[in-house]
């Protein structure tokens, strides 16, 4: 069959259920919760598995960073049958009381980054698909997760001259938290009929410089793959709920 472009997949190799995610090593990560791993394809930043969780088969894909290459990522695996996605990802806090570890559930997402523009005007919202929103609300409250629920803001890049006054506009608006990729695929994958939603670790607390986050990321390892693991287990059991 015919292989797509950029993520060397074939429709036969898809399954309706993916995951995700924008770092290559974080595929790895989520494949030791999966059974009968088979390694897919791998291509520039996008890395391809497949594997069965709770008896259902699932992709995983990682998207490289921020909306271009994760709408080349969905655009290519919808294409090859996917039917539901959900994104595992990191994210900024933009409120002082999401700590450092905890996860954000995206309801929906400020569109700020210009790859779902391409598509469709500003004034299209980008949200997430209620059915799949709802069951990792549902997994997270039964595993008694630290969790938030609401608006992020999807953006092309954190090292702007006018960052921190962006941060405390969206801060003010009640915005959770910020990413790269969310609104994208929440506005794409609306557009192209799929299913689509976003559970992202905090990695970075609010106001705090982005370089001294970075560095507090690395030094809280445990801390962050705890909370990597929990939004996984989150997307898988969303998934095949």
């Not at 995700?20 to 990560?29: F, H, Y």
């Not at 390694?39 to 998207?63: D, K, P, W, Y």
């Not at 905890?102 to 309801?107: R, S």
């Not at 609104?183 to 992202?200: F, N, S």
Request: hydrophobic share 45%; proline share 2%.
């Amino acid at each position: 069959m015919t292989l797509q472009p950029h993520i060397l997949v074939s429709a036969d190799q898809v399954s309706d259920k993916v995951v995700v995610c924008g770092e290559p090593a974080r595929v790895d990560r989520i494949a030791t919760l999966l059974a009968d791993v088979e390694f897919l394809a791998e291509n520039r930043e996008f890395r391809l598995l497949r594997g069965h969780f709770n008896g259902h088969n699932i992709t995983v894909c990682s998207t490289g960073i921020g909306a271009p290459s994760a709408l080349i990522a969905l655009e290519e695996l919808v294409a090859c049958g996917a039917k539901q996605l959900v994104r595992v990802g990191s994210a900024g806090a933009l409120q002082q009381h999401i700590d450092l570890g905890d996860l954000v559930i995206a309801e929906a997402a400020v569109r700020d980054e210009g790859g779902s523009h391409a598509y469709v005007g500003g004034n299209y919202p980008a949200y997430g698909d209620i059915g799949l929103t709802a069951k990792l609300i549902q997994h997270c409250q039964q595993q008694q997760l630290p969790y938030h629920s609401g608006v992020v803001r999807s953006h092309d890049s954190f090292y702007r001259d006018d960052e921190l006054a962006i941060c405390e506009q969206w801060h003010r608006k009640g915005v959770l938290a910020a990413d790269m990729e969310t609104a994208a695929l929440m506005t794409v994958g609306r557009l192209r009929g799929v299913q689509v939603a976003a559970i992202l670790a905090n990695v970075v607390r609010y106001q705090a410089d982005v370089k001294a986050g970075v560095a507090e990321y690395v030094n809280a390892d445990q801390l962050l793959a705890t909370a990597e693991q929990n939004a996984i287990k989150a997307a898988l059991s969303a998934l095949t709920a």
